[in-house]
């Protein structure tokens, strides 16, 4: 897909905060340090518009992203930073919970797993919580760049039982340092869109 026009609209650090617009909505959830917002960058072909840290735990709002003035990517904080406090960990929880549960314009949800381990128990109550709630998912294990394709093959199979996923539950391997995957993502993207 081609992004013409991507600009942050807004950066939610509570429920009140959420934009009140009618446009469709694909969230990004993955632990910390994952690569949601590489992968945000990747699709839409830009290199700065969502930040990127080389530390964990630094996304700490929700973060909606207009793309063609047609729809929105949500950046949403990473989950299983053991270095935040429990207290700050509490905070966020119920606001993704109601942005997950309650936003009528949310399509669906890219979950992100890093390729090169198996999902973490973290990993395994996002994605239960995720269909026990009916949101569409499409499951990315990010950095498929740093595995041979044998291990990769391997490590897909690994994430599919781990997260207890059917054959036919979406499960893409992407790279941002390569673009492999990116079309086939933007498919699948598509189609929740629609």
């Known amino acids: 897909m081609q992004i013409n026009k991507a600009e942050l609209k807004a950066a939610a650090y509570s429920?009140?905060?959420f934009p009140a617009w009618d446009l469709p909505e694909i969230s990004f959830i993955g632990r910390s340090n994952v690569g949601k917002s590489s992968l945000l960058n990747s699709l839409i072909g830009r290199r700065n518009l969502a930040r990127i840290s080389s530390t964990p735990g630094k996304t700490r709002g929700l973060y909606f992203y207009l793309l063609n003035d047609s729809f929105c990517f949500v950046d949403l904080p990473g989950y299983g930073y053991a270095k935040l406090s429990k207290q700050e960990r509490d905070r966020w929880a119920p606001?993704?919970?109601d942005y997950l549960a309650k936003r009528g314009s949310l399509r669906g949800c890219l979950h992100l797993i890093d390729c090169r381990h198996d999902p973490t128990a973290d990993d395994q109550v996002m994605s239960?919580?995720?269909?026990?709630?009916t949101i569409?998912?499409?499951?990315?294990?990010?950095?498929?760049?740093?595995?041979?394709?044998s291990v990769l093959l391997k490590q897909l199979r690994a994430i599919r039982t781990g997260l207890g996923l059917f054959e036919e539950d979406r499960l893409l391997p992407f790279s941002?340092?390569?673009?492999?995957?990116?079309?086939?993502?933007?498919?699948?993207?598509?189609?929740?869109l629609v």
């Open 128 to 133: 239960a919580w995720l269909r026990a709630h």
């Open 136 to 149: 569409p998912v499409i499951t990315v294990a990010t950095k498929a760049d740093k595995l041979s394709r």
């Open 95 to 97: 606001i993704i919970e």
């Open 176 to 192: 941002t340092q390569t673009a492999a995957g990116r079309d086939q993502l933007w498919q699948e993207i598509r189609s929740l």
């Open 15 to 17: 429920i009140k905060d």
